[in-house]
């Protein structure tokens, strides 16, 4: 069975600091990995995929993963906070499309 | 093009009541998804439809609930006797057919459902 850990609950950077957003995950199988974000009483927004291409995957907002296959790993950064960066953070993994399986998110607080 | 429109988005019923929950998908997308999200946790698979079709429903609680996707309209998720455990925001998802690798999941704005 597919699974994602993300570490911290809660990640409090200051605006311009680096954002650094924890996922690992398990998979028996070539995984697909997702990150999505999340603001207050909103739906999900895509922010990058993995898909078995480059393991160096960029998003939108500035934000980027690397997989890691040696440390099961899919970790979110982006080099310099905003203030409009604040929100929840969903790593997911999917083997087929048809499922995701979400961790539990990261709460992302960017103070001024 | 209009994203994934779900309504409605805030929704309250009393205990023993019925939701109805719809989803109308992105424009040219075939696959319809359920996901529901409890209070400080992530979100949880409930149901995958196509079109007349209910492809796995492996996430969905045994009684009470259940979801469509009929030929022609919306999506619907149905709760039945709503309890307080239901409470929680009811998110929709589309996909076009699968072409491989590459499919995006896109999600809607969610339903707020409140029982009390």
């Known amino acids: 069975a597919q699974s994602v850990t993300q570490l911290g609950s809660h990640v409090s950077v200051s605006e311009g600091a680096l954002v650094l957003l924890r996922c690992n995950y398990s998979s028996s199988v070539p995984p697909y990995l997702f990150w999505y974000v999340q603001y207050p009483n909103q739906g999900l927004q895509l922010l990058l995929k993995?898909?078995?291409?480059?393991?160096l995957v960029k998003g939108i907002n500035g934000f980027e993963a690397e997989f890691k296959k040696s440390e099961t790993s899919f970790h979110l950064t982006k080099p310099s906070a905003h203030m409009s960066d604040a929100a929840e953070y969903f790593c997911?993994?999917?083997?087929?499309?048809?499922?995701?399986?979400f961790g539990t998110g990261t709460r992302l607080l960017v103070s001024p | 093009n209009a994203g994934v429109m779900q309504n409605p988005r805030h929704l309250v019923r009393r205990r023993g009541q019925e939701a109805r929950l719809r989803c109308s998908p992105m424009?040219?997308?075939?696959?319809v998804y359920w996901y529901r999200q409890l209070p400080e946790e992530g979100l949880k698979f409930m149901v995958y439809l196509q079109k007349e079709n209910i492809i796995d429903e492996s996430g969905m609680p045994k009684e009470r609930f259940s979801a469509e996707f009929p030929k022609e309209g919306p999506s619907i998720l149905r709760i039945q006797q709503v309890v307080r455990g239901d409470s929680a925001a009811y998110f929709c998802?589309?996909?076009?057919?699968?072409?491989?690798?590459?499919?995006?999941?896109?999600f809607g704005e969610g339903s707020w459902l409140t029982v009390v």
């Open positions: 993995y898909t078995s291409a480059a393991t």
């Open positions: 998802a589309s996909s076009p057919p699968r072409r491989g690798k590459g499919n995006t999941i896109y």
């Open positions: 424009k040219g997308h075939s696959h």
């Open positions: 997911a993994v999917s083997v087929s499309f048809q499922k995701l399986v």
